[in-house]
Each structure stands twice: as structure tokens, then as C-alpha cells.
């Protein structure tokens, strides 16, 4: 959706996805800098209102004071704080991973551990629909991306049957020149024992090795079990994206 002025200045723009077939549709806009509070905005989000019959979701990213202020305007309610956290690979202080006994880790294999891996990342992201709702196709279409890399992603394994409990999948941004901490996850079962602290730790002392200078990661500001490791391993909030949403 383009928003011209008069003169065919191209004034805002915005974007709906509606293909969540649970979720309300989600939304993205923006305006030109010079071309800021003078309402344009708030035209854009009440034309998405009206589009999506009040059932729509917002994204607004580094969670601008400006932004806000439209949030209020259109009447939408924070949903979701996403944050970025980041921390220095150089000079890697960390200490060495200590696993659980019983529990080794490994690379993941492309052609044996898809299936394995799907079921235990559906297990740890039962209350995250969106990750936890991956499918063979979606796995598929990451192992074919450039940056997929099977050396940095990790699988804690119990040693006495081999079943996977845990994982830290890695992703090199090259082009910035950052390390991320893609995702990871532990099965229920095995949460609250270190597992996601080592975990972690070998995924960063990865991609240190690389020569990344910068590690990143994101993670929502409720999920304060993982907050909690992260900063207990140096990370800190580089940004934060806040997603709104209609009531109904």
C-alpha cells in the first residue's frame, strides 16, 4: 500500500501478511522522514484497520516514541517486546560448557536428524507457535539457504539412547559481520539443569572461532528464564521491536 501525496510524493508505505491461518494479520509501514507527524501514519494504520476488519497486528521496530504515540492513536495494545541483544566474540571470556551427565553434543547430520529434530523443537516451542510449528518444508527450505551451515548447529544428545534434548542452531550474517544465536531450544524434561547455558557457550565459542566480532541474538522480554542466561553471559540490549495489536 503506497501513500502519495497530492503531487505524487511518495509519502508512506505499508505491508499486510495474512498468512497466519491463527493469528491476526500482521502489518509493517512506514513514513518518510521529512514527512513525519503530519498524519500520515495514522492514515496508513487506519486504512490497515479498516482492510483487516480490525484484526490486525503491528510491528513497530526500535519501538520509537513515535510509534507509540500511534499505537495510542489507533488504539492498538502492546503484545510483544522482542529484544536484540548483543555482546563482544572478541577475546571470549567465557568458561568451558559443563553438560549434565549423561549428555553429549555433536553436529547435526543433514539426512538423519531432520525428523529427530523437528519433533524435539516442536516439544521445547509448544507455547511458540511460530517456531514451534516448523515443518519438514520449513527445515528444508533453512538447509537450502546459503548461510546454513550443519558445523554450527549443535545437538546435545543423551548418551544412553541417543535421544536429542537440546540444540543451539547458529547463523553468520557475513555481510555485518555478526555471529547470531539463531535459536535454541531443550526439551521440557531436561530444562533448568545448564543444558541451555552450555548450549550457548559452544554456539558463541563457535562463532567466535570464526573471526565474528559480534554475537547477537533476539529474544522476547518474557521468555525470562533465557533473558536471564543471556545476560549472565555478557549480552545486553542493543534494540527493541514492540509488536501491537487490536483487542479483538
Known sequence: ???????????????????DPVESPAAELLVAPGLRARGH???????????????????????HPAARHLARVLKLHLF???R?????????????????????VRAFVPGQDEEAWLELNAA?????????GMTPRDLADREAEPWFDPEGFFLAVREDGGELVGFHWTKVHAAEELGEVYVVGVRPGAQGGGLGRALTTTGLRHLASRGLPTGMLYVDADNVPAVTVYERLGFTTYETDLMYRTEN
Open 124 to 132: 521445547a516451542f509448544a507455547h511458540h507457535p511460530e517456531q514451534g
Open 1 to 19: 500500500m503506497l501513500l502519495r501525496l497530492p503531487d505524487g510524493t511518495l509519502a508512506g508505505y505499508a505491508q499486510l501478511d495474512g498468512s
Open 80 to 82: 510483544r517486546e522482542l
Open 41 to 63: 501514519g495514522r492514515a496508513l494504520g487506519e486504512e490497515l484497520l479498516r482492510l483487516t476488519g480490525r484484526r490486525l497486528r503491528i510491528w513497530a521496530h526500535g519501538g
Open 84 to 104: 536484540q541483544l548483543r555482546r563482544p566474540l572478541t577475546d571470549l571470556d567465557l568458561p568451558e560448557p559443563v553438560w549434565p551427565e549423561g549428555i553429549a
